[in-house]
């Protein structure tokens, strides 16, 4: 069965703290890794999609990395607005199966501090 | 281009009524899915539709919860006699393939 495991649970930084936020992840082969961003009483918002180990992907503050167990969300000088719940999900590619369901890693809150 | 859209965002139900979930996609996404998301737990699939098939429905409890993408019209869920149990925040994604899946704002249903 896939399994997504995010750490830490939670996270709180001051404003332009840089740091990461990890998932680990087992799953029979990867399709796709992804990371969303969920605020408080809205649906997720998607980041960023890794297909392969090596790939990263940059948006603003924010980049994503992948290896062949884990992918990493690090935060360069984050703001108060960075602040929510950081999402990792896997698809696995299984041939002829079931390779659009996302497993969801249960997220890490982030907190930064003015 | 409109996100997918979700309605109604909150919704009260007493013991043994209906439920029911509604979401309207993206504009040229013709793939559905619903995750349910339970207080301190992840997201957790539960169905897959494109118009008038479901494709997989083995997230979904086999009894009380159906779902349907009509060909015309929004994607439902339904959930027959509602439980405390059922109460969650439901979401709705789409995608134009199966690949990156771009979630509604939820629906939060609450069970009195």
């Known amino acids: 069965e896939d399994q997504v495991t995010q750490s830490p649970e939670a996270l709180r930084l001051q404003e332009g703290e840089s740091s990461s936020l990890n998932c680990s992840y087992t799953?029979?082969?990867?399709?796709?890794l992804f990371w969303y961003r969920q605020d408080p009483g809205k649906g997720p918002e998607f980041l960023f999609t890794l297909y392969s180990a090596g790939e990263e992907k940059e948006k603003e503050r924010l980049k994503a990395t992948l290896t062949k167990k884990e992918s990493f969300l690090h935060i360069t000088a984050p703001k108060p607005e960075d602040s929510a719940t950081y999402l990792c999900?896997?698809?696995?590619?299984?041939?002829?199966?079931?390779?659009?369901?996302?497993?969801f890693g249960k997220g890490t809150l982030l907190t930064v501090n003015p | 281009n409109a996100g997918v859209m979700q309605n109604p965002r909150h919704l009260v139900r007493r013991r043994g009524q209906e439920a029911r979930l509604r979401c309207s996609p993206m504009?040229?996404?013709?793939?559905v899915y619903w995750y349910r998301q339970l207080p301190e737990e992840g997201l957790k699939f539960m169905v897959y539709?494109?118009?008038?098939?479901?494709?997989?429905e083995s997230g979904m409890p086999k009894e009380r919860f159906s779902a349907e993408f009509p060909k015309e019209g929004p994607s439902i869920l339904r959930i027959q006699q509602v439980v405390r149990g059922d109460s969650a925040a439901y979401f709705c994604?789409?995608?134009?393939?199966?690949?990156?899946?771009?979630f509604g704002p939820g629906t939060r249903l609450t069970v009195t």
């Open positions: 539709l494109q118009k008038e098939n479901i494709i997989d």
């Open positions: 999900a896997v698809q696995a590619d299984v041939r002829g199966g079931s390779n659009y369901k996302l497993t």
């Open positions: 799953v029979s082969g990867l399709r796709g």
């Open positions: 504009k040229g996404h013709s793939h």
């Open positions: 994604a789409s995608s134009p393939y199966t690949y990156e899946q771009y």
